[in-house]
């Protein structure tokens, strides 16, 4: 029986609805909810909804951000986080917020974040040079996370704060504890705008099927669109690094769990990884809080624990069928 | 219909195109021919506006290429390019689509175009298959429906028989035949001149970047030009349906 990818949209949601359940009954507590008491509303309202909508939002986010930078890059392998968009953007976070020069919910975070992504991503099409070669791309990516993570670290040991290098985890492996509704706020811009953007260069990322070349022919206008795709992916992930710090392998695994279902299309593959990307992160989450002891564990360890043999997988199955003879 | 004027485009060692000037009219397919490095595909890409000329100009129907906007240069012309490797697996009506992602037309108009050209190239009954399946030559044939699917004036195709068995070679090359016959002017860059010979109704012959000759087959692939063109000598005849080269090296002076 072929699944169209309309119906595998509403199996996602209907996962997705399955695994909140369970999700949002996580905790030391017990919640009656169909009876709330002071204590337990306070418990679901303030911990419980945030964090579960939270979840979500970046599940999406990292989706949406991951398939599209795998679409334009024509790389199933590319990945915010290899590319120094997520280091760089929790780079200038941290600067801001450690040294006092930002309010921990300020509106500018955000966009502080998005400038620091797109830095970012200038700094590796520089290195990668003018012909924009994926390798390249990759090889530049790399360098400037790592040199960017570096950064971090050292930012955070010279900060003012004393107890901020203890929370150097928790930027570098993302993390859900004690978040509010403020961080949401933070991200629900971001991922608003960024979808409004990917939807905006939609046709471009289904035309670079094709190489770049042939799609210079076909009318498109190919670096204001792709700069409207690079800046959508900054947007996004800057949103989830400014909310929960960096989460890795989200970004790579949603599009390929939308591609092992058998939707290759393009326009498919965007869209489904954003509900592919929430139940990816929904479920790393209830995974998370099943590990953890007295102290949560980051879910970046997590997501890197379950992420990466599922890369490995994924990459057995795909590739050892080769597309062409 | 297609006028380049002192076209030259500069390279790293030596000039790629050297003032070449052409006239082209449309209803013929155009074989572009000439050694490795002559500049063929050199040429193809300043037409299509990838590369920039140092000199020169390229005029569709009277207006300047470069002059066009993006999508108004994608209404009269589509490109082929040598290696092209679609990178996700669609299916082939899917591939055939994106060459009209620019085109304004009402979902009817677009369903009609694609019925068109998937039944021209013989791929009705491979519409819903992913590329993976499909061999060299049906993959091959969708790479062009894709190009011919917004019916361009000008199809620009950088050696479309390229690692094609010689059935699919012929197929390929009937294809373009027939688009050429329904009034389209179309330039292949050829390697095979036995091909280009039989299947081109005209010839454009270049050398280290300027234009050695353009003409009829016969005319242009004369003993003088081929040797330096290419350095050999053919022996070649004629039949009903065209002419034949078999090639051979020059002899050796002493």
Redesign the interface.
């Known amino acids: 029986m072929t699944v169209t990818a309309r119906g595998w949209g509403w199996l996602f949601i209907l996962l997705a609805v399955i695994l909140s359940g369970w999700h949002l009954n996580q905790g030391a507590a017990t919640v009656n909810w169909l009876d709330l008491n002071d204590l337990q509303y306070t418990i679901v309202m303030d911990i419980r909804l945030p964090r579960w909508l939270l979840v979500l939002a970046n599940g999406m986010a990292l989706g949406l951000a991951g398939a599209a930078l795998q679409l334009l890059l024509?790389n199933p392998l590319a990945e915010p986080g290899l590319i120094g968009v997520s280091s760089m953007s929790a780079l200038v976070t941290v600067t801001l917020l450690y040294f006092g020069w930002l309010a921990a919910f300020s509106w500018w975070l955000p966009l502080a974040a998005v400038a620091g992504g797109l830095a970012g991503l200038l700094l590796v099409v520089l290195l990668a040079g003018r012909q924009h070669d994926i390798y390249r791309i990759i090889l530049a990516g790399v360098a400037v996370s790592s040199l960017a993570g570096s950064a971090m670290g050292l930012i955070l040991y010279l900060a003012p704060n004393p107890f901020a290098f203890q929370e150097w985890s928790q930027w570098t492996l993302g993390s859900l504890a004690n978040r509010s509704w403020s961080h949401l706020g933070l991200l629900l811009p971001c991922l608003l705008i960024g979808t409004l953007l990917l939807w905006w260069t939609r046709?471009l990322l289904?035309?670079?099927?094709?190489?770049e070349?042939?799609v210079?022919?076909?009318?498109?206008?190919?670096v204001s669109q792709r700069n409207g795709v690079l800046l959508a992916v900054a947007v996004l992930v800057a949103g989830s690094v400014v909310s929960v710090g960096i989460i890795g392998f989200v970004g790579l695994l949603a599009p390929h769990l939308v591609r092992l279902l058998g939707q290759?299309?393009?326009q498919r593959?965007l869209w489904l990884s954003a509900p592919a990307g929430a139940l990816l992160l929904l479920a790393m989450d209830i995974a998370t809080r099943l590990i953890s002891g007295a102290r949560e564990l980051p879910i970046g360890i997590v997501a890197a624990l379950v992420g990466a043999p599922l890369l490995v997988a994924l990459l057995f199955h795909r590739y050892q069928?080769r597309?062409?003879? | 219909m297609l006028s380049i004027q002192q076209l030259s485009l500069a390279g790293i060692r030596r000039p790629r195109l050297q003032q070449v000037q052409l006239q082209l009219s449309a209803g013929q397919l155009v074989g572009l021919v000439g050694a490795n490095g002559a500049g063929k595909s050199s040429l193809l890409q300043v037409i299509?506006?990838?590369l920039t000329p140092s000199a020169g100009e390229v005029r569709i129907d009277g207006t300047v290429v470069t002059s066009l906007a993006?999508?108004?240069?994608?209404?009269v012309?589509?490109?082929?390019?040598q290696y092209?490797?679609?990178?996700?697996?669609?299916?082939v009506r899917?591939?055939v689509d994106?060459?009209l992602?620019?085109h304004r037309l009402s979902r009817r108009q677009r369903q009609l175009q694609l019925q068109h050209v998937l039944t021209a190239c013989d791929l009705l009954q491979l519409a819903e298959r992913?590329l993976?399946t499909l061999s060299?030559g049906e993959r091959q044939r969708a790479l062009l429906a894709?190009a011919m699917v917004g019916q361009p004036k000008l199809l620009l195709c950088d050696e479309p028989t390229a690692a094609l068995d010689i059935q699919h070679q012929l197929q390929t090359l009937q294809l373009l035949q027939q688009q050429a016959r329904q009034g389209q002017l179309v330039l292949c860059c050829m390697h095979d001149l036995s091909l280009a010979a039989r299947y081109c109704d005209q010839l454009v012959l270049l050398h280290e970047g300027r234009l050695l000759e353009v003409g009829a087959p016969a005319t242009v692939l004369s003993d003088a030009h081929l040797a330096t063109a290419f350095g050999i000598q053919a022996q070649w005849y004629c039949d009903s349906s065209g002419v034949a080269w078999i090639p051979q090296p020059l002899p050796a002076t002493d």
């Open positions: 024509r046709t289904t035309a670079l099927t094709l190489s070349q042939t210079a022919t076909l009318g498109f206008r190919l290759e299309h393009p593959v069928r597309f062409y003879e | 299509a506006a990838l993006p999508e108004q240069r994608a209404q012309m589509a490109y082929l390019p092209e490797q679609p990178q996700w697996d669609i299916k899917e591939l994106i060459g992602l620019h992913p993976s060299g894709r």
